[in-house]
C-alpha cells in the first residue's frame, strides 16, 4: 500500500468539498479548485472532517496514481486556506523588475524589457527590484509560473546573471585561468 496514499487529508474549518464520479471540487475562503480523477479505480470519499483516497486494483497505473491524486486533492485543501507563494530573485548588474498594473515588466539584459502577463488566479508582486512573489491558491499554476518567469532567463554560471529561486542552490563555475 502507498504511504503517502493511506494517509487520510483532514478538512479544516470553512472548507467544503464535493464528490462527483470522476471529479473532486475544493471550496474554501481563498477559492475554488475542481480536478478530475482520471483513472477509474481510483476512488475518493469523505467521512466525517477526512478525505479518503482509495484504490480498487492492484494494477501497477493504479498503484502509481494513488498518492499522486491523494497528494492533489491535499495541495487542494491546503490551497483555498492558505495560498502557495514562490519567490524568485534577479541577480545580474542592472537586472530589475516591476509591476506596471497587472504586467511583470523586466529588465534583464535584453535590448528590450520583457513583459510578463500572470494567468488568472495567479498574483504577481514585487516587494524590491530584485525580488518577484508569484502567489496563488493552485500549487501546479503557481510552480508552472515560477518556471515560465524563471525560463525568460536562465541562470548564466560563471556569473550567476538571470533569475533563480530564492531557496536554489546556485553553483559558480570556474572560469579561465591564466597560463601557468
Known amino acids: 500500500m502507498s ?20 471529479t473532486v471540487t475544493v471550496k474554501g475562503p481563498k477559492g475554488t479548485l475542481c480536478r478530475d480523477i482520471a483513472d477509474r479505480n481510483i476512488e475518493v470519499k469523505a467521512d466525517g472532517g477526512f478525505i479518503s483516497v ?10 502509481s496514481k494513488h498518492g499522486l491524486y491523494r497528494q ?4 487542494m485543501v491546503t ?21 506596471n498594473g497587472d504586467k511583470l515588466v523586466m529588465n534583464i539584459g535584453y535590448s528590450h524589457p520583457v513583459n510578463y502577463t ?26 508552472q509560473t515560477a518556471a515560465t518567469i524563471k525560463s525568460k532567463r536562465p541562470v548564466e554560471p560563471y556569473h550567476n546573471y538571470g533569475l ?13 585561468t591564466a597560463g601557468k
Open 72 to 75: 492533489l486533492i491535499n495541495n
Open 3 to 22: 504511504r503517502i496514499g493511506k494517509m487520510r487529508i483532514a478538512v479544516p474549518a470553512g472548507v467544503t468539498v464535493e464528490l462527483k464520479p470522476g
Open 164 to 176: 533563480h529561486y530564492s531557496d536554489e542552490v546556485l553553483v559558480k563555475k570556474e572560469g579561465k
Open 118 to 143: 500572470a494567468p488568472e488566479g495567479i498574483t504577481l508582486a514585487c516587494p524590491d527590484p530584485t525580488t518577484v512573489t508569484v502567489s496563488g491558491i493552485d500549487k501546479e499554476l503557481v510552480g
Open 79 to 99: 490551497g483555498v486556506v492558505t495560498p502557495f507563494t514562490k519567490s524568485l530573485i534577479i541577480m545580474g548588474v542592472g537586472y530589475k523588475a516591476a509591476m
Open 54 to 63: 482509495e484504490r480498487k486494483s492492484e494494477s501497477k497505473d493504479t498503484k
